[in-house]
């Protein structure tokens, strides 16, 4: 157990829905990481913040976006969803005085 | 920009074999470099991982890892491999600058253990 939570554990919804995603980082951790993993495209880095804030963007849609609140939880917003945003979604937090990332279970996300 | 390759997309290895699985990095400066481990339908976990100093890192389960300079690499040993050892394992760099760190990993290698 890494210490990371991520709910829900799956999640099934159809073509044009609007899911969100959320994710609690371990205690202490101010910096969170959101990573897509599919088939097609492997793991890849959706966005990051800390302590509140946006900190770097990666491959993301813009009809993704996220925020992290004051307590630290994040929540990743999925919308006009595709068939192709079928993937599992991770969340991962990182110490501040280290550069390792603990990634949570995941969210499977399938568009119907 | 940063990359990581892992050229073997599937390796096949007797239980209580010995197991190298091959990581190749592009990195300018000193690389952060990674392996995780995912089970099927689970996270990723950390196995090991090399910022600076002793070129050979000790990780959990009975991982080793060796950073090689010359040769960009950076692969993931065990001496005797378990069948609950069957995994994917990702190697991975991280990119950007201070305060942003993301994680770039390589295609992963699919660990199969025979009886």
């Known amino acids: 157990d890494s210490g990371v939570t991520q709910t829900p554990k799956h999640l099934i919804t159809a073509t044009g829905q609007r899911v969100t995603l959320r994710c609690s980082p371990r205690?202490?951790?101010?910096?969170v990481y959101w990573y897509q993993q599919s088939l097609d495209q492997g793991l890849q880095f959706l966005i990051q913040y800390y302590n509140g804030e946006e900190r770097a963007k990666g491959n993301i849609l813009e009809r993704f976006s996220a925020q992290q609140f004051p307590d630290l939880h994040s929540e990743l917003n999925l919308s006009s969803l595709e068939l192709g945003d079928s993937a599992l979604y991770f969340c991962?937090?990182?110490?501040?005085?280290?550069?390792?990332?603990?990634f949570g279970p995941g969210t499977r996300l399938t568009v119907t | 920009a940063q990359s990581v390759t892992q050229p073997d997309i599937h390796i096949t290895v007797s239980e209580g074999a010995s197991l190298e699985l091959r990581c190749n990095y592009s990195?300018?400066?000193?690389?952060?470099l990674f392996w995780y481990v995912q089970s099927p339908g689970q996270g990723l976990q950390l196995l090991l991982k090399?910022?600076?100093?002793?070129?050979l890192v000790q990780g959990i389960k009975g991982f080793e890892a060796e950073f090689k300079r010359s040769q960009s690499s950076f692969n993931l040993r065990k001496p005797s491999v378990h069948w609950s050892d069957a995994a994917e394992y990702f190697c991975?760099?991280?990119?950007?600058?201070?305060?942003?760190?993301?994680?770039?990993f390589g295609t992963g290698t699919r660990l199969l253990v025979s009886p």
């Open positions: 991962a937090s990182s110490p501040q005085t280290g550069y390792e990332q603990y």
């Open positions: 990195y300018g400066a000193t690389p952060y």
């Open positions: 205690s202490g951790d101010l910096s």
């Open positions: 090399y910022f600076s100093g002793d070129t």
């Open positions: 991975a760099v991280v990119a950007g600058d201070t305060g942003f760190q993301k994680l770039v």
